[in-house]
């Protein structure tokens, strides 16, 4: 990514809404499975998954899909110990909407899901003696897909959901910057990139246990916010409100330039 003896910031960045457009993949999946194991009778909309997430808890779309057919639930009266929900056939169904119903060749909602940045940023970046990676809560094989089978990176410093806690825990990041610094020391800058809630919340709790850093939380507004100006609006309000410095609409806006006005 570049000499780690001249490097001058790190910028670490989500994946899920950053990298890749995942309104019509993960959430489409997630929708699905809530309408399934409610029989049909709830169908989260995408301001109904937002509101969700803005709780800062559910990073995890298998955990967020259980959360809202518990809480459908509840609003016919059943109480959560009530519900017979089988966790591991709520995760086989989203994963077949996901991944697809090919165990050898993955066919579902992932293969069409449009890319938010272009190598050459990344490229930029590198040029600046920016170094850079990704902290995800994706699973790896579906970061990877994107990362290598997509963007054609090689082997690129990544840190998924079987590799650290959920996020809004900072370990993630945490490990995710060792590996990018290799134990350069007085790195002035650590930028982290995304585009929810718990992305905001885990630069924050970085800060607390680490606050000999500069770290700095970037909000990236996905897709799917931006159809509406109000929508756009409420939900950046939403990133400052957890900790966003600045936010922006797509991440390639995040230039060498503006990483250096961060620092200032």
């Known amino acids: 990514m570049t000499e780690n003896s001249s ?16 309104g019509n993949s993960y959430r489409r999946a997630l929708a699905d499975t809530v309408e399934h194991f409610t029989s049909g009778a709830y169908r989260p909309t995408s301001i109904d998954i937002d509101n969700l997430k803005s709780e800062g808890t ?7 899909s259980q959360e809202l057919v518990h809480r459908h639930f509840e609003t016919q009266g ?3 110990e009530e519900v017979n929900l089988d966790y591991n056939a709520m995760v086989d169904f989203f994963q077949g909407r996901y991944r697809g119903n090919d165990p050898n060749t993955w066919n579902g909602y992932i293969c069409h899901e449009p890319l938010l940045l272009e190598s050459s940023y990344l490229e930029q970046l590198t040029s ?3 170094a850079w990676g990704f902290f995800s809560g994706a ?12 963007l054609g990176l090689q082997a690129p410093i990544l840190i998924a959901m079987e590799d650290a806690p959920g996020k809004p825990d900072p370990t993630g990041l945490f490990t995710t910057v060792r590996l990018l610094e290799n134990g350069i ?18 630069v924050e709790k970085a800060r607390e246990i680490e606050p000999n850093r500069n770290w700095v939380g970037v909000g990236v507004l996905p897709p799917h916010v931006q159809e509406t100006t109000s929508r756009k609006d409420a939900y950046a309000d939403k990133l400052r409100q957890a900790g966003a410095s600045i936010v922006i609409n797509n991440v390639q806006e995040l230039t060498p330039n503006q990483i250096q006005q961060l620092l200032a």
């Open 78 to 80: 059943k109480p959560r």
């Open 128 to 130: 600046a003696n920016i």
């Open 185 to 202: 020391d007085n790195i002035p800058i650590v930028v982290y990139a995304g585009d929810t809630v718990a992305d905001m919340y885990t």
């Open 139 to 150: 699973p790896r094989a579906s970061a990877n897909y994107i990362l290598e089978g997509r």
């Open 58 to 64: 559910w990073n995890n779309d298998w955990e967020a």
């Open 7 to 22: 490097i001058h910031a790190i910028v670490v960045f989500d994946i899920d809404g950053v990298i890749r457009d995942v």
